[in-house]
């Protein structure tokens, strides 16, 4: 009798386990592995675009949900391609997007968002490019997703629709 | 052409399994019968095709054939000849491949090795091979196919991912297959075994041999690439408590306590269950291990192409091996010998039984740290991520008693001993390690509170594995795996408690100070490989005494197009420099991290130590 329990206790355990596996095979695999690479900067004092007024950063970063930072040139070609979707991703009114603005002029920046459209929340200046770096970034324009303070998806180079879909489904996944 | 030979033996392998699984069933029934000659012969049959699939499959990747989809997708022209080869199996399909070959020659060589046993014995574990064979073959060939045709041929190929173009890794994966295939001939022995009622001393002899291999095998897998994350990662470290390594450390775990639990069955004739319970569970995890990382669920650098319907594949077939093995063990539970033997608590047996609490536990928790985020995210949809520091604050308390119980366990006798034995030597080896590790505490003021009893621990274990080696008591193999491990304590105690790490954005002619070394970016240059362009880097680093020059380098490939940190690491025996530089676009400033790691090469080097004492285990058997 006591042997009947016991085997029957091992294969219900082993269906159980069988099964949320099974059910773990259905799931989107965004799990990362926490590195310490990932882990950003946000102790950087950066100057807002237009007032100059001093922020720094972990201000800006919301703890528990998703924002993302971009960074972008005026002069910087792809920069022009890639803001539609950041237009996109603003409408979609679910994601702070912060702005670093990469060793640009003040008047060209400005110029380039009246003309575009501001997708950003708030922008902040990178005048010597030094405080991008300190975030990992090794060109423009490069796109951060970032979770209580981990970059979950880095993305180098302009966004497109393949990227921008990725970033709606994990927002929306996380979100659920 | 070299496609359809590849694929049509494969389905060859496949009748000659089912032939197989038919006939050994049969044998079972009416036990008059003697198929010996013609299991052989099919046997034989089944090894070759695959072994002919295997070699086309290489072939295709030599000439760069991409009429085949996998050679398409894993190879390019100009890559070199070696890692067309080793690409061969660094992708989902061929690695299969290469697994399904390891199983049926392991099986063959199992067959024509155990003539002296009991025939049925030998025809039940071709039973229950051949039904891994099988799921195997079935999964290759339907969800897997490495020899797919692709029409219109493609001109060029897309490459194999660069940081797997790396001679360590191309060897990882076929010595990591051996020890995970030598857990399934493991299995299904101990499956037969079970079945014939013949759990015993003269089985217990022979399938020490395979977990022997097997061990070798996995512990030399792991070394290999632990060796490949530290050279190529470029992280500086060489263990990330990564899913993926965690997966390999399991069944090492369970291999472990299986080696030390079969010399008491070999010895004694007692744990006859749970001798068998570890051989399921040691398969069971490798093939576990498979599934997490094939099937996608969990991310990681190993992680193939995800294909959900893979991972269902391999689940459900797991589900049927581990439900069989279930059963088997209940119903023929009773057939293993129920006679009484009393074991003293102060005894070898306790002792290795005490080794087996450590490794479960050990397990348990690499175990649970891999797929509890699984769970917990299937059951309420929350996600956690499991990091280094938990590993490390469950297992590091626990090796203090471990490493006691291995100072002293290994010195107890069979049946009965005592401890009063305990002599003026051994005390005074351990007052001696104790006043070390006191002065190295003090002299370097380290205020992490274990790092006291670890250290002494580590040196007591340390001078007695020395000290052994003039005694006549013990094998000479354990003396080394012991010694081995030991040393391996001891560097990696000194490797994490005494590195230093140093990181910063520099640019050419710029010096930086750290500790009491200079480092100094003397100049870049750029080189042009056949299939990259490197930029290698030359860092001079400069203390009292000497001057070490570094080169790291930044690969970038074409095909693939990828970059790849090559860090440079000067080792000596004392300790390992390691640098490694990353390209910030652009404005001439490169990110550049240098690491000061004490006793790196103590680490491989006992590892193998411990591997060596596998291998004269495994030779001294064979005589």
């Known amino acids: 009798m006591n042997k009947n329990i016991k085997f029957i206790i091992i294969i219900l355990f082993s269906l159980f386990v069988f099964f949320i596996f099974y059910k773990g095979l259905e799931k989107p695999n965004n799990y990362f592995p926490e590195k310490n690479l990932n882990k950003i ?80 929340h708030e922008v902040l200046v990178d005048l010597d490019g030094t405080k991008s770096i300190e975030l990992g970034a090794i060109g423009v324009p490069e796109t951060y997703l970032i979770n209580n303070k981990i970059v979950v998806k880095k993305y180098v180079g302009p966004l497109d629709d393949i990227k921008l879909k990725e970033i709606i489904e994990i927002i929306k996944y996380e979100k659920n | 052409m070299i496609n359809q030979i590849g694929n049509y033996s494969l389905f060859i392998a496949l009748f000659a399994s089912i032939f197989l699984i038919f006939q050994s069933s049969n044998v079972i029934r009416n036990k008059s019968k003697n198929l010996d000659g013609k299991i052989f012969s099919v046997l034989s049959v089944q090894s070759l095709m695959v072994l002919i699939s295997f070699f086309s499959l290489i072939y295709a990747f030599i000439v760069s054939d991409f009429s085949n989809e996998t050679v398409y997708n894993n190879s390019h022209t100009t890559k070199p000849l070696f890692y067309k080869i080793s690409g061969s199996w660094g992708n989902h399909e061929g690695s299969l491949l290469l697994w399904l070959l390891v199983l049926t020659i392991f099986l063959f060589i199992f067959f024509i090795s155990s003539k002296k046993l009991l025939n049925k014995y030998r025809i039940l574990t071709v039973l229950f091979q051949e039904l891994i064979i099988i799921g195997f073959l079935l999964f290759i060939l339907f969800t897997s196919n490495p020899f797919l045709h692709l029409f219109p041929i493609p001109k060029e190929g897309t490459g194999l991912n660069p940081i797997l173009q790396d001679p360590a890794l191309a060897i990882h994966p076929p010595i990591l297959y051996l020890g995970y295939v030598g857990t399934s001939i493991i299995f299904s022995s101990a499956l037969a075994a079970l079945v014939c009622g013949m759990v015993n001393k003269i089985w217990a002899k022979h399938i020490k041999k395979w977990i022997v291999i097997s061990w070798i095998f996995l512990t030399i897998g792991i070394l290999l690439g632990s060796i490949w994350a530290y050279y190529e990662l470029g992280w500086g470290g060489f263990w990330f408590w990564d899913p993926v390594e965690n997966v390999s450390l399991m069944p090492w775990f369970c291999l472990t306590a299986l080696f030390h639990t079969i010399i008491v069955l070999e010895k004694r004739n007692i744990y006859q269950s749970w001798t068998i319970i570890l051989s399921i569970a040691t398969f069971s995890l490798s093939m576990g291990g498979t599934f997490l990382v094939r099937s996608g669920i969990l991310n990681s650098i190993h992680t193939f192409a995800n294909d959900p319907s893979r991972g269902i594949f391999i689940l459900c077939f797991l ?27 102060v005894s070898k047996e306790t002792a290795i039984m005490v080794n087996n609490w450590f490794m479960m536990f050990f397990l348990s928790v690499v175990l649970i740290g891999t797929i509890y985020p699984i769970f917990l995210e299937v059951i309420n949809g929350s996600k956690i991520s499991i990091g280094p520091p938990f590993y490390q604050k469950l297992i590091v308390p626990f090796l203090i008693p471990f490493l006691l119980f291995m100072a002293v366990g290994p010195k107890l006798k069979w049946i009965k001993d005592s401890l009063s034995k305990i002599n003026f030597n051994q005390l005074m080896l351990f007052i001696l390690s104790i006043a070390i590790s006191f002065l190295l505490v003090k002299l370097y003021g380290i205020s992490y509170l274990l790092i006291l009893p670890l250290f002494a621990l580590g040196f007591f274990l340390f001078f007695l594995t020395i000290k052994d080696f003039f005694s006549k008591k013990s094998t000479l193999s354990q003396k080394i795996s012991h010694f081995g491990f030991s040393l391996f304590i001891l560097s990696i105690l000194f490797n994490a408690t005494f590195a230093k790490e140093f990181s910063s954005n520099m640019k050419v002619g710029d010096e930086r100070k750290f500790l009491n070394k200079i480092i100094k970016f003397e100049n870049i240059k750029i080189i042009e490989k056949n299939n990259y362009k490197s930029l290698v880097a030359n860092f001079k680093i400069s203390d009292e005494k000497n001057i070490i020059s570094l080169n790291p380098e930044v690969r970038i490939y074409n095909q693939p197009r990828t970059l790849t940190s090559e860090a440079a690491i000067n080792s000596n025996i004392y300790s390992d420099n390691f640098l490694v530089f990353n390209v910030i676009k652009d404005d001439g400033y490169y990110n550049v991290r240098y690491q000061f790691k004490p006793l790196m090469m103590w680490i491989w080097f006992s590892i193998i130590l411990i591997s060596v004492g596998g291998i004269l285990s495994y030779l001294k058997k064979n005589e």
């Open chain 2, 319 to 345: 589900l049927v091996l581990v439900l069989l093995a279930i059963f088997i063990f209940f119903i023929f539970q009773k057939k293993l010998l129920k006679k009484l033997t009393k074991t003293f608590l």
């Open chain 1, 41 to 120: 900067e946000t102790s950087l004092v950066f100057k807002n675009l237009n007032d100059q007024k001093e922020i720094i950063l972990e201000e800006l970063i919301n703890n528990n949900s998703f924002s993302i930072i971009n960074i972008w040139a005026s002069w910087c070609l792809p920069c022009r391609d890639e803001h539609a979707y950041l237009l996109k991703l603003r409408n979609l009114n679910k994601i702070d997007i912060i702005g670093i603005n990469y060793k640009d002029k003040k008047s060209n920046a400005i110029e380039f968002l009246s003309d575009l459209g501001n997708p950003y």
